[in-house]
Nanobody, 115 residues
Framework: QVQLVESGGGLVQPGGSLRLSCAASGSIFSIYRMGWYRQAPGKQRELVATIFSGGSTNYADSVKGRFTISRDNAKNTVYLRMNSLKPEDTAVYYC?????????WGQGTQVTVSS
């Protein structure tokens, strides 16, 4: 059974930083595309960043240059480093594991950017 557990969310002031982690179990982590998505109140879930098994990455335009996704296959963990946070980054952040027809989600972690 695949399980994704996010951690690292919290309250941070504008301009601050956070690092989210997502620990995966129950799958061959290294072959999956991993991603971070977010959903703000009243909005649809949106892609933040993805990282493929080979290490290539993609980012939403709104986070380019501020967020960095990385993965440690030895630890079955994907990270999202978030710098220069803005109030509009406030959302529940979800970890995603994807390969072909398989799609798995974590429970989400709240990130609130506010002074």
């Amino acid at each position: 059974q695949v399980q994704l557990v996010e951690s690292g969310g919290g309250l941070v002031q504008p301009g601050g930083s956070l690092r989210l982690s997502c620990a995966a179990s129950g799958s061959i982590f290294s072959i999956y595309r991993m991603g971070w998505y977010r959903q703000a109140p009243g909005k649809q879930r949106e892609l933040v960043a993805t990282i493929f098994s080979g290490g290539s990455t993609n980012y939403a335009d709104s986070v380019k240059g501020r967020f960095t996704i990385s993965r440690d296959n030895a630890k079955n963990t994907v990270y999202l480093r978030m710098n220069s946070l803005k109030p509009e980054d406030t959302a529940v952040y979800y970890c995603n594991e994807h390969l072909g027809p398989y799609d798995y989600w974590g429970q989400g972690t709240q990130v609130t950017v506010s002074s």
